[in-house]
């Protein structure tokens, strides 16, 4: 069974700039996050979707960051205008549901550096 | 408000040491979930086991021990016989149980980063 795709594995970028990353759930999987790492920390919840409906997106800055699932499969992120503090680890995890009984599974995330 | 701590920021030992990797969390829901997962050097997070409330019973897989007490709100990890493909950063997490559709978002501790040397 594949895992998780994101592209790209890494980018940089120059502030103010924009950028968008792109996921591709396990088949199936009904549940897709967006999860931001900075450096040294826990990831963090930007967004859950549920099909193409977004079920929690409290945390995510929406006057730079938007996300969109069309179709209820793939996902993108995007980020702009960036901004320095941008600079993390991008992870994209699905679930076959919504529900804590069932596991996340997470891809190898986008690196993005600003500048 | 839901936390997660884990006190350890890095440990070192050498192999075949035994290891415990610590995680307190803070909830106010009777229901919920914790979880352990690990991120090597190559990013992908990796899960390792997900417990929930009502199951304090201690669990067991190879290598691998998890020890969960509620009165101390504690889920603790050891690594018995360490081995350098251990080396890792180790996340505690907690998500507590949506209802009616609610998010199931994990809030992950700040990790603890295990070296084992040979």
């Known amino acids: 069974e594949a895992g998780v795709a994101q592209s790209p594995r890494y980018k940089i970028i120059e502030k103010r700039q924009s950028v968008a990353f792109w996921c591709n759930p396990i088949?199936?999987?009904?549940?897709l996050y967006w999860y931001q790492q900075i450096l040294g920390q826990g990831p963090k919840l930007l967004i859950q979707?549920?099909?193409?409906?977004?079920?929690?997106d409290s945390q995510l800055p929406k006057d730079r960051f938007s996300a969109e699932r069309l179709k209820g499969v793939d996902s993108t992120l995007k980020i702009q205008p960036a901004k320095l503090e941008d600079s993390a680890v991008y992870l994209c995890?699905?679930?076959?549901?919504?529900?804590?009984?069932?596991?996340?599974?997470f891809g190898p995330g986008t690196r993005l550096t600003v500048t | 408000a839901q936390k997660v701590t884990q006190a350890q920021t890095e440990i070192s030992v050498v192999e075949k040491e035994d290891v415990t990797l610590d995680c307190v969390y803070e909830?106010?829901?009777?229901?919920?979930?914790l979880f352990w997962y690990k991120q090597p050097p190559s990013g992908e997070l990796v899960f390792l086991i997900r417990?929930?409330?009502?199951?304090?019973q201690n669990e067991i897989s190879g290598r691998y021990s998890w020890n969960f007490q509620k009165s101390t709100s504690s889920f603790n990890f050891t690594i018995t016989a360490s081995q350098v493909v251990d080396s890792a950063v180790y996340f505690c997490?907690?998500?507590?149980?949506?209802?009616?559709?609610?998010?199931?978002?994990?809030?992950f501790g700040t990790g603890t980063l295990l070296a084992v040397q040979p």
């Open positions: 088949s199936g999987h009904a549940t």
């Open positions: 979707f549920q099909n193409n409906g977004v079920v929690d």
């Open positions: 417990r929930n409330s009502f199951d304090e």
């Open positions: 909830t106010r829901d009777t229901t919920y979930y």
């Open positions: 997490a907690l998500s507590e149980e949506d209802y009616g559709g609610a998010t199931n978002k994990l809030i």
């Open positions: 995890a699905s679930s076959l549901t919504s529900g804590s009984s069932y596991e996340q599974y």
